[in-house]
C-alpha cells in the first residue's frame, strides 16, 4: 500500500517545516509497507492513545508540549485497492445494500459504469487506513464527479467543504500561494478563506457515517482518531453532472493536465446502452457526439489525401482508453502509435505531426468504424427529437433487450 509520511497538527492549521509560519502547502512524503504491518501500526497508534488517556494527559497539555505532539510523525495508508472481487467478495457484497445511487456497479444511475474499463478508485472501492492526524489535502473530485467515502470505524474524522461556486476564489488563492489547483498538495488556511468570504462547511464523520460529495466541492479531511474509510466515485446520470464533467474535462485540457476519466468514449458508450429522455442531457451528449464524429470525420479525409494507411484494430472488451503521449489528451479512435523502447505508444495527431517532421515511422490504427459511430449517433438523435416532451425516464440497452427504469 502506498504511505503518505505527514506531521500531526491541529485540524484548523497547517505550519511550514520550520512551525514558524502557517502556510497552504501541504507537505508529505511517500512510500510503502504491507497492510497488514499498518495494521500492526494502527494498533500500536490506537494503544498509545488509551495509554495517554489513561494517565490523563491529553486535555492538560501545555501550549509547548501541545507543539512538541504536533510534530509527530505519523503514516496514511493510502489507495488500497478493493477490486479484487474473489478477495474481497463478502465487503463488496455488503457495498450492494447501499441505495442505488450510491452503488459502484450501477448502470442506471452511475456514469462511471460506462467508461469501459477500470479506473481504480473511482468506479472500483479503494480503502484508506489511517491514525490521527491523517490528512487528505484539498481537491476536487477527478473531473468533478460525485464521491462516496464511509468510515468504517473505530474512530472519526473531522471533514471541510466548500461549494463548487467558491472553488475559482480557492484556485486564485491556490497560485497566491505558488500551489497548483488541480495536481497541488495543500490545506487552506481557515481565517484567510474567511478574510475573501468563502463559506466552509465543517463536520464529524463518525464510525458507520456515509458521506456523499456533490461534483465540484472543495474538500480537505483529517483523521481525529484511527479510523479506515473505503471510498468510491459516483455520476448521477443527469445533465448537471454531465456538463460539470465535461467543463472540467475541457479544463484540465487548458491547463495540460491529464483527465483520469476520459469523456469522449465515455460519451460514446453511454449513447449506445443508455437511452435517456432528459432532453437536456441528450442534447450536451449529442454536441459531445457530433463533435468526436466530425473530428473522425475530418482527420480520416486528410489522411486519405495524404496516402497516409489506416490501418484497422478494433477495441478488446475492458481495454483503456489511450491518452497522448506527450500532451496527455484523450485519444478517441484514430490512434497514431510508434514504437519505444519495444513498447507501443500512441499519440494525437497533432504530436504525431511533430514526430513526422523527425521522420519518426507511425502507424496509424482505427478502433470504430464510421458507420457504426453514425448509427449510434442517429440512435440517440431520433429518440431525442420523439419524445422530447415525454416525462423523464432511463433506457438501458444490453445485448439488443431493453428495460425501463421511472
Not at 474473489?86 to 444511475?109: D, G, N, S, Y
Not at 479503494?126 to 484539498?138: A, D, E, N
Not at 472488451?317 to 500532451?327: D, H, L, V
Not at 444490453?398 to 428495460?403: A, F, L, N, P
Request: glycine share 4%.
Amino acid at each position: 500500500m502506498e504511505i503518505r509520511e505527514q506531521v500531526l497538527q491541529a485540524p484548523d492549521e497547517n505550519w511550514d517545516p520550520t512551525f514558524r509560519k502557517q502556510v497552504w502547502r501541504c507537505e508529505s512524503e511517500r512510500s510503502e509497507m504491507r497492510i497488514h504491518q499498518y495494521a500492526e501500526y494502527q494498533t500500536s497508534v490506537l494503544k498509545e492513545l488509551q495509554e495517554e488517556a489513561h494517565l490523563n494527559d491529553c486535555g492538560d497539555e501545555s501550549t509547548a508540549s501541545g507543539r512538541k505532539r504536533r510534530k509527530k510523525q505519523l503514516k496514511f495508508g493510502t489507495n488500497v485497492d478493493l477490486s479484487d472481487k474473489a478477495r474481497w467478495h463478502v465487503q463488496l457484497t455488503e457495498i450492494e445494500k447501499l441505495p442505488k445511487f450510491i452503488q459502484v456497479a450501477c448502470p442506471e444511475a452511475n456514469l462511471l459504469n460506462y467508461v469501459g474499463h477500470t479506473i481504480l478508485g473511482m468506479n472500483t472501492v479503494q480503502l484508506y487506513m489511517k491514525v490521527p492526524g491523517c490528512r487528505t489535502p484539498g481537491h476536487q473530485e477527478n473531473n468533478n464527479f460525485c464521491s462516496v467515502n464511509i468510515n468504517i470505524g473505530p474512530g472519526s474524522c473531522e471533514w471541510f467543504a466548500v461549494h463548487n461556486q467558491y472553488w475559482g476564489a480557492i484556485h486564485t488563492l491556490c497560485e497566491k500561494h505558488k500551489l497548483s489547483f488541480l495536481v497541488g498538495s495543500w490545506w487552506p488556511i481557515l481565517e484567510e478563506l474567511e478574510r475573501h468570504k468563502i463559506p466552509v462547511y465543517r463536520f464529524t464523520q463518525c464510525k458507520g457515517d456515509v458521506v456523499w460529495i456533490n461534483p465540484g466541492t472543495v474538500h480537505w479531511v483529517q483523521a481525529i482518531s484511527v479510523c479506515n474509510n473505503i471510498a468510491w466515485n459516483s455520476g448521477p446520470i443527469t445533465a448537471h453532472q454531465f456538463r460539470m464533467a465535461w467543463e472540467r474535462y475541457l479544463w484540465n485540457k487548458i491547463q495540460n493536465v491529464r483527465s483520469i476519466v476520459p469523456m469522449v468514449h465515455l460519451s460514446w458508450n453511454l449513447a449506445r446502452r443508455v437511452r435517456c429522455m432528459d432532453h437536456s442531457l441528450v442534447t450536451q451528449l449529442k454536441d459531445v457526439l457530433e463533435s468526436s464524429f466530425n473530428h473522425c470525420q475530418a482527420l480520416l479525409s486528410s489522411l486519405k489525401k495524404a496516402n497516409i494507411p489506416v490501418v484497422w484494430h478494433g477495441r478488446v472488451k475492458g481495454e483503456s482508453s489511450p491518452c497522448c503521449a506527450n500532451c496527455l489528451d484523450e485519444v478517441f479512435n484514430i490512434l497514431f502509435v510508434t514504437s519505444q523502447n519495444n513498447q507501443y505508444v500512441v499519440f494525437c495527431n497533432t504530436c504525431a505531426g511533430s514526430l513526422r517532421k523527425k521522420h519518426t515511422p507511425i502507424s496509424v490504427l482505427q478502433q470504430y468504424s464510421m458507420e457504426e459511430l453514425e448509427e449510434t449517433l442517429q440512435q440517440l438523435i431520433r429518440p431525442a427529437v420523439q419524445d422530447e416532451h415525454k416525462p423523464s425516464n432511463i433506457i438501458i440497452r444490453q445485448d439488443g433487450h431493453k428495460s425501463i427504469f421511472q
